[in-house]
């Protein structure tokens, strides 16, 4: 199965501030299709997970334009421009490229 | 809107079995196939399998064969996830999520095996 290893695995970031998360996989993530399914999620406290970015860039509907996913192959990233305080939560990354689907460890943002 | 909404908090002993539903409103519901995923306690995300809401075929993650089944009542667009000889390592939340981009998910369901 492909491993998808986060880092880091938990950052603290003043408000206003940038954050950036990385997710590596142990196999290439692009498809036969052309496409490469690598996905962004977001747990806050409490919650279940909400999805942020799929297909490695395209942000999904209502998600703010301060967070933006890059990358190809076995290499991507998330950022976030400029952290707000309801950016906290534990953030996953997941490929369903090939099965089975595989999460990252998570990232866990705080706010200083 | 597009909603999940799964059962409630199931309490069960070790060797019991609990089927857990997955309610899904304001879509086809055999236009997309249904995720579950598990949340052990303080622990991060774990891809169980999905099912193939057009066709009812299942697929399972390894370590989720045997004791794990996929069940679908599509008149009333429900999904299942029923678990059996229950362990105390089962104790987890339970999420489903809907189709290859897993959205949106349900609000959990939480399964405590304790004796």
């Known amino acids: 199965e492909i491993v998808m290893t986060q880092t880091p695995l938990s950052l603290s970031v003043t408000p206003g501030q940038p954050a950036s998360i990385s997710c590596k996989s142990s196999?290439?993530?692009?498809?036969?299709?052309?496409?490469?399914?690598l996905f962004w999620y977001l747990q806050k406290p409490g919650q279940p997970p909400q999805l942020l970015i799929y297909?490695?860039?395209n942000r999904f509907s209502g998600v703010p334009d301060r967070f933006s996913g890059s990358g190809s192959g076995t290499d991507f990233t998330l950022k976030i421009s400029r952290v707000e305080a309801e950016d906290v939560g534990v953030y996953y990354c997941?490929?369903?490229?090939?099965?089975?689907?595989?999460f990252g460890q998570g990232t866990r943002l705080e706010i200083k | 809107q597009v909603q999940l909404v799964q059962s409630g908090s199931e309490l069960k002993k070790p060797g019991a079995s609990v089927k857990i539903s997955c309610k899904a409103s304001?879509?086809?519901?055999?236009?997309?196939?249904m995720n579950w995923v598990r949340q052990a306690p303080g622990q991060g995300l774990e891809w169980m399998g999905w099912?193939?809401?057009?066709?009812?075929?299942?697929t399972y993650a390894q370590g989720f064969t045997g004791r794990f089944v996929f069940s679908l009542a599509t008149s009333v667009s429900t999904a299942y996830l029923q678990i059996s000889s229950l362990k105390a390592e089962d104790t987890a939340v339970y999420y489903c999520?809907?189709?290859?981009?897993?959205?949106?998910w349900g609000q959990g369901t939480l399964v405590t095996v304790s004796s």
């Open positions: 999520a809907r189709g290859t981009w897993l959205d949106p």
């Open positions: 099912i193939a809401t057009n066709t009812g075929k299942p």
């Open positions: 304001g879509y086809t519901f055999t236009a997309y196939s």
């Open positions: 297909e490695v860039s």
């Open positions: 196999q290439s993530l692009l498809h036969r299709d052309g496409k490469t399914f």
């Open positions: 997941m490929q369903s490229t090939q099965l089975p689907h595989t």
